[in-house]
Nanobody, 123 residues
């Protein structure tokens, strides 16, 4: 079992930055692939970024490439999402997710989810 708790969301102006954190419980965190998803009202949940257990591989949604960076510190059981040059279109609830396999980009591939943190970008 893995429990995930996100933090770091908030209200920011367009062009600003936020760093989301996801703290995980469990002794096997380092063996899990991790991902950040987001869901805006009326839209499907989409994978923003994902990272393999050893940080060797990453995935980014095209619209966030060059602006967002996913990273992890296995010693702290924490995964981060650094978001720069935020745009109003980035407004959504952001969720941390974990799976005990290679990372994927589909919500159905992840067994463990956090409660979500709201990110609002004003124009």
């Amino acid at each position: 079992q893995v429990q995930l708790v996100e933090s770091g969301g908030g209200l920011v102006q367009a062009g600003g930055s936020l760093r989301l954190s996801c703290a995980a419980s469990g002794r096997t965190f380092s063996s899990y692939a991790m991902a950040w998803f987001r869901q805006a009202p009326g839209k499907e949940r989409e994978c923003v970024a994902a990272i393999s257990w050893a940080s060797a591989s990453t995935y980014y949604l095209d619209s966030v490439k060059g602006r967002f960076t996913i990273s992890r510190e296995n010693a702290k059981n924490t995964v981060y999402l650094q978001m720069n040059n935020l745009k109003p279109g980035d407004t959504a609830v952001y969720y941390c997710a974990a799976r005990s396999s290679l990372y994927g980009a589909s919500p159905g591939e992840y067994a463990y989810w956090g409660q979500g943190t709201q990110v609002t970008v004003s124009s």
